[in-house]
Structures are given as structure tokens and as C-alpha cells.
């Protein structure tokens, strides 16, 4: 038997490639996780790295992430995919501190009475003295019954404090809580309905409001029975609505921004507050 020895300047015969220019599926992994929900990871092999560069186009458009490597004549690519398929929720209760009329304090409404705190938020308003704030809503036809009447501002109480407080025009404000629900989705970025879309800018009773946020068919994650007490307590503390008012929730719309792993943070708040009906429909 014969043996060819390759000196330095031989020249061998390039080997033979066996397979195909399209893009061929070799294997595929699928995981499941917590955080990402499925996600699918391929591999591709290929005799043409354009061919694989243009399969990588239509993963790179789905937001897809993918790794190509070409090795002795052959292309392989690897995709992972981030875009998960399921959605992970976060609940906060926030509180900030707003100036109000003083006209709307709990304390100022339970200590004044409702003449006298009609009168002065007339005159409050209207810049006059109470003679001419009695006067103006006397005025009415029919008249009101009964009549409204000066509130005695000369003896120490509650009345003659707000008086002494306003009756120069000077703005008399307080300080007061208001809290709103906030609601964070972090979602697959594929485009489905979300409930944040819904009901915007109307007012939830109660009873919408908690059916909402904790179904189980709307989040992954719904509220936990530990904000839904707080959220309770805050209702229980807004007091008892005027005629016409709603103690409940009023949903805002939801801004958007992009994540971390190609996915979208859709948050959307709630005002928990005694809401006029007037200015506002109900949830359907």
C-alpha cells in the first residue's frame, strides 16, 4: 500500500461539505420560569451565512435575541428567547400631601356648623362681609328655609377663628393625605388587551374596585390580602360621601415604558378618594 506524503507546498483537495443552504432546525429547547414565563431557544445550522443572516432578520423584528457563528464553512445560529409569556404584577399603596380649603376639613365641617360655614365660604368667596354673604344667599327664589343667618363671630370658638382666618382674603389651606393605588405589570411585549385600557378616567364603586384587582383572571399576581386591608382602612377614613359623591377609585390611564429582556412596564394608578359623579362616569 502506497503512502502520500504532504510536503509544504502541496496542495490538498478541499473537503467535501454535505447539508443544505436553508436554514435547518437542529434542536429545541423550551423552559419555564416565574419571571419569563415559556420561553423556546433554537439552533440552526446552515451551508450559507447569508441565508442564516436573513432567518435572523425575522427573530431580530420579533425582538428575539440570537447569536450567529460561522465555522469551517458551516453557519450556526443560536436564539434565546426573552420575551417570556406571562406577566409579573407589583402593588403600591402611595400617600402624598396636598393643600386643600380649609372650607373641606373633616375637623372645620365638624366643629362649624352648616350656617355658619355656608355663610363664610360665601363671603370667603365672594370677598364681602357676612351681611352681604347672608344677604346674597337669601336672595334666592324660592328663599331658603331656614334662613341663613350671621354666624356670631365675637365669642372664642371654632366659627371665630375660621372667620379671623379668612375675612381678610387670605388663602386658609390644610394639609391632607390622598392615596392612590398603583399598579405595575411588567408584560410580554407581544401587544395583548390589558385591563389597564379599561375604564379610564371613570370612577370604580368599592365593590369594582377590589372585584378588579384581585381577580385572578386580569393578574398573575393579584392584590395580596395585606393592601387589600390598608386599602380598606383608607376608605373607612374618607368618611361618608355628599349627595351625589362616590367613595371608590378613580382610574387613570397607564403609561408605558420599556424593560429589561424586551419586555414593557404598563403602570396604572387608582385615586382613592369621595369622587363627584358629576364630573365623572362609572365603571362599566
Not at 327664589?141 to 371654632?158: G, M
Amino acid at each position: 500500500m502506497s503512502v502520500i506524503i504532504a510536503g509544504p507546498y502541496t496542495t490538498l483537495a478541499p473537503s467535501a461539505q454535505r447539508g443544505f443552504s436553508t436554514p435547518f432546525c437542529r434542536r429545541q429547547t423550551g423552559r419555564w420560569s416565574p419571571t419569563n414565563g415559556w420561553t423556546l431557544d433554537q439552533e440552526f445550522n446552515s451551508l450559507s451565512l447569508s441565508a442564516m443572516e436573513n432567518l435572523s432578520a425575522i427573530y431580530q423584528d420579533a425582538g428575539i435575541e440570537y447569536e450567529i457563528t460561522f465555522q469551517n464553512g458551516i453557519a450556526t445560529m443560536r436564539t434565546i428567547d426573552t420575551t417570556g409569556t406571562i406577566t409579573i404584577d407589583v402593588w403600591e399603596i402611595a400617600a402624598s400631601r396636598g393643600s386643600f380649603s380649609v372650607f373641606g376639613s373633616p375637623k372645620v365641617i365638624a366643629n362649624v356648623s352648616v350656617n355658619d360655614l355656608k355663610v363664610l365660604t360665601r363671603a370667603y368667596l365672594d370677598r364681602t362681609t357676612l351681611a352681604d354673604a347672608v344677604s346674597a344667599l337669601n336672595g334666592t327664589n324660592p328663599p331658603p328655609s331656614p334662613l341663613y343667618t350671621e354666624p356670631n363671630t365675637v365669642a372664642d370658638s371654632p366659627t371665630k377663628r375660621l372667620y379671623e382666618k379668612v375675612k381678610n382674603g387670605e388663602e386658609a389651606t390644610f394639609l391632607l393625605d390622598q392615596y392612590t393605588l398603583r399598579h405595575t405589570t411588567n408584560a410580554p411585549n407581544r401587544g395583548f388587551l390589558n385591563v389597564a385600557d379599561v375604564n379610564v378616567n371613570r370612577i370604580y364603586t368599592q365593590a369594582q374596585f377590589f372585584s378588579e384587582i384581585t381577580n385572578a383572571s386580569y393578574w398573575v399576581f393579584p392584590a395580596p390580602q395585606e393592601i387589600i386591608g390598608a386599602l380598606n382602612s383608607i376608605f373607612f377614613g374618607l368618611g361618608n360621601p355628599p349627595t351625589n359623591f362616590i367613595k371608590g377609585a378613580l382610574k387613570g390611564g397607564s403609561s408605558r415604558i420599556t424593560a429589561a429582556q424586551n419586555r414593557v412596564n404598563i403602570v396604572t394608578e387608582y385615586l382613592l378618594a369621595l369622587i363627584d359623579t358629576d364630573n365623572y362616569f362609572t365603571a362599566t
